[in-house]
């Protein structure tokens, strides 16, 4: 069974930073792509920030030139590096992949547990 672990998260003030790790498991042949979404209480979940498998990133404008994804291909691990971090920051926080687990099948989405990120004095 294929799973995202994520770990990080928690309280930072206004204007710190606060790493995020996110870590693939189980049978995977290939990974298309891994991002990050948050979700602020019953509004739908929003894109943060995506890596594809050739390294291309694309990010909200809300984060931009603040939070860096990165990704590390053999360890199947995603990261999201937040700085700056405001109130409007604080969200459930939400892992994403597109995983093959063999050849012959087709594309998977998964998706972490959700960790909480708050940003408060």
């Known amino acids: 069974q294929v799973q995202l672990v994520e770990s990080g998260g928690g309280l930072v003030q206004p204007g710190g930073s606060l790493n995020l790790s996110c870590a693939a498991s189980?049978?995977?042949?290939?990974?298309?792509?891994m991002g990050w979404y948050r979700q602020v209480s019953e509004k739908g979940r929003e894109l943060v920030a995506i890596?594809?498998?050739?390294?291309?990133?694309n990010y909200a404008d809300s984060v931009k030139g603040r939070f860096t994804i990165s990704r590390d291909n053999a360890k199947n691990t995603v990261y999201l590096q937040m700085m700056s971090l405001n109130p409007d920051d604080t969200a459930v926080y939400y892992c994403?992949?597109?995983?093959?687990?063999?050849?012959?099948?087709?594309?998977?989405?998964?998706w972490g547990q959700g960790t909480l990120v708050t940003v408060s004095s």
């Open positions: 994403n992949a597109i995983v093959k687990k063999s050849p012959i099948y087709g594309y998977l989405e998964l």
């Open positions: 890596i594809v498998s050739g390294g291309k990133t």
């Open positions: 189980g049978t995977i042949f290939s990974i298309n792509s």
